[in-house]
């Protein structure tokens, strides 16, 4: 499984929209807020490798 990066581009109740980092592309993600790690915010940079995500900075 390949590695992907993304920024955290809204928050919206329980969901959020991700921007993938290294795509030319400005289509968002929904993610559901369950799925990513408690501390998020808005512009926090994850890591999403083995299913899961990860902050990084």
Do not use: C, F
């Not at 980092?21 to 940079?45: C, F, K, S, W, Y």
């Amino acid at each position: 499984m390949e590695t992907r990066y993304y920024v955290v581009a809204r928050i919206d109740g329980d969901y959020a929209w991700l921007r993938r980092m290294d795509a030319q592309e400005e289509e968002l993600m929904n993610v559901a807020r369950a799925l990513l790690p408690e501390a998020i915010d808005e512009g926090t940079h994850l890591k999403y490798e083995m299913l899961s995500y990860e902050i990084i900075d």
